[in-house]
């Protein structure tokens, strides 16, 4: 059984940078790809990010490319979303997501496992 939780969210001024990170309690995470997806008020979940289960693929949504950076940690069941030069359109709830396989890594609905997600808001 997968359980996520995230934490690290918060609110900080455009450019400054902020971690999320999200914990696996169950003993599954290596198997999974794991994501992170975003929701803005009135708006539709939307991708960000996602690492392979050995975290050699990592993928991005063109927007955050460069700024923010993907990455796990399999020995502690975490994956983490480190994110520089935040923007204020990066204003949303954060959720880390989990799947098996790689295969549409950027579809919401192929994820099985979700987080309550943890709220990030950047100021102008």
């Known amino acids: 059984q997968v359980q996520l939780e995230e934490s690290g969210g918060g609110l900080v001024q455009a450019g400054g940078s902020l971690t999320l990170s999200c914990v696996d309690s169950?003993?599954?995470?290596?198997?999974?790809?794991m994501g992170w997806f975003r929701q803005a008020p009135g708006k539709e979940r939307e991708f960000v990010a996602a690492?392979?289960?050995?975290?050699?693929?990592?993928y991005y949504r063109p927007s955050v490319e460069g700024r923010f950076t993907i990455s796990r940690d399999n020995a502690k069941n975490t994956v983490v979303l480190q994110m520089n030069s935040l923007k204020p359109e990066d204003t949303a709830v954060y959720y880390c997501?989990?799947?098996?396989?790689?295969?549409?890594?950027?579809?919401?609905?192929?994820?099985?496992?979700w987080g309550q997600g943890t709220q990030v808001t950047v100021s102008s």
């Open positions: 997501a989990a799947k098996v396989g790689f295969g549409a890594y950027g579809s919401a609905p192929s994820y099985r496992y």
């Open positions: 169950g003993r599954t995470f290596s198997s999974y790809t």
């Open positions: 690492i392979s289960s050995r975290a050699s693929v990592p």
